[in-house]
């Protein structure tokens, strides 16, 4: 399924890699500004992206989890 280019509008600041102006929408990285936006296109760069995103997800759920185990332990004790 092809996705539409994403404008600075168009963009949820969930969306976006770390509060930075990266984007992922399918398989394709796009760098977002007010003032345009453009195709990540470089291997080396969005292969970057992908372990940052990957890494970015692996902590938010080990900070879930952890907020899951404290919230059980505080259950416990009353």
Not at 3 to 32: C, D, F, I, Y
Request: charged share 25%.
């Amino acid at each position: 399924m092809s996705h539409p280019v994403p404008t600075w509008a168009s963009v949820r600041p969930s969306e976006r890699l770390a509060g930075t102006p990266a984007v992922r929408r399918g398989s394709a990285w796009w760098l977002v500004t007010p003032t345009g936006t453009i195709s990540a296109a470089d291997p080396v760069f969005t292969s970057e992206l992908d372990r940052f995103a990957a890494d970015m997800a692996a902590a938010d759920r080990a900070v879930a989890e952890l907020r899951t185990e404290r919230t059980s332990a505080l259950t416990e004790r009353r």
